[in-house]
């Protein structure tokens, strides 16, 4: 039901978020998604890999500080209104979504959207009640 995610924190500075990817690159890690946010002086990378204890063991040996959060992979139809289909139930129940971000999908397939939310069991229970779908981390892959 659940994804791991990792969390970065990398200075906001030129050649960082390049020098991560060759980390994982060079571990033979795959990257599958990921989100970056920017402070003035940190950023937080979050990404879902293909070998989560992998990417942890290689960032963390080059002096990395990595982060590992649960999330849930969500799939969203593909036309309007999707996203509120999802949101609306949330919100109306004081479900916060702390952050989300996509995925992409081949094509012909629906969006999937990342979630961390301040209670993943009443979020679980709101997916499962109004027929929204929830992507085993398998499926990501």
């Given amino acids: 039901m659940f994804t791991d995610q990792i969390s970065i924190f990398v200075e906001n500075m030129e050649g960082r978020l390049a020098e991560v990817t060759a980390i994982l690159r060079d571990a033979d890690v795959n990257i599958k998604a990921f ?13 879902i890999v293909n070998d989560t204890e992998k990417a ?6 080059e002096g990395f500080k990595v982060g590992i959060t649960k999330v849930i992979a969500v799939e969203v139809s593909d ?7 999802i949101l609306d139930p949330l919100s109306q ?21 990342i979630f961390r939310f301040n209670d993943y069991d009443k979020a679980l229970n709101l997916f499962k009640e109004h ?11």
Wanted: charge should be positive; hydrophobic fraction near 35%; avoid cysteine.
């Fill in 79 to 85: 036309k309007p209104g999707g996203l509120n289909h």
């Fill in 35 to 47: 989100s970056l946010a920017d402070t003035t002086d940190y950023g937080v990378f979050r990404l």
């Fill in 56 to 61: 942890e063991r290689a960032l963390t040996k």
């Fill in 131 to 141: 027929h929204i779908r929830v992507i085993p981390r398998e499926e990501l892959f």
């Fill in 93 to 113: 129940n004081g479900i916060n979504v702390e952050y989300m971000y996509a995925v992409s999908k081949p094509k012909n397939a629906n969006p999937v959207i």
